[in-house]
């Protein structure tokens, strides 16, 4: 399903010359389907980033599961062999859900998360997917302003969805009109 490789600009805060922050050119932040060894840099990026003061879930163990996956794609962009962001959307009939997203801290705000997301929206669009959802913490403003951008809206606020003790925002994108039968894929006829 997913089989392009995107690039994007990006400066580097920890790139420096001399003092002065260099910055990085568009060749030098690729994005890639994630492999198996990209998943403890990936889980210890969920800790810090996204579970913080939630438990940690997504451990090694389950981003490889989800990495092998073939209902899921696990993305990642990658400065040289650094990893700078991942993404993860998992795909069913006819929605798909933004598992995991995030960016280091030294990378954000250079359109990393919405190229990634652009991307994974792109490959759900061309697999006939309906809409893609997605949960946020409601007191995360950056990844609500991103979703924004991004033609999500909210659909329901979910108190106590993280862990009983945090609400949640649920985000909805529509592709398609939901329920709308596709035409049978067929190959082409030479
Ligand atoms: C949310 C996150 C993934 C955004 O990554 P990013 O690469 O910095 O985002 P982008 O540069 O692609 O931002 C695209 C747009 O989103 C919005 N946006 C992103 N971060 C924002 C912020 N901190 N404040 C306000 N708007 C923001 C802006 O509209 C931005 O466009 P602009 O920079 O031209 O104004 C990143 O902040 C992150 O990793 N946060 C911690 C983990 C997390 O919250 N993940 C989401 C879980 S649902």
Known sequence: MVDRVARVGCLNNERTTRGRIAPVSSQDITLQLACRG?????ASMS???????????????????LIDDPEAVTLVAREGEALTGFAIMSFGNERAHLVLLAV???CRRRGIARRMT??????????GIATVHVELRDQNRAAYALYRTLGFSETLRLPGYYRGR?????????????????????????
């Open 38 to 42: 990209d998943a403890p840099a990936i």
């Open 104 to 106: 280091r801290q030294a």
């Open 166 to 190: 945090e609400a949640a925002i649920r985000m909805l994108r529509l592709l398609r009109p939901p329920g709308l039968t596709l035409p049978r894929w067929s190959p082409p006829v030479l």
């Open 118 to 127: 652009q991307w994974l929206i792109e490959s759900a669009a061309t697999a």
């Open 47 to 65: 800790r810090d980033m996204i579970e913080v003061g939630l438990g940690w879930q997504y451990r090694t163990q389950r981003i490889c599961e």
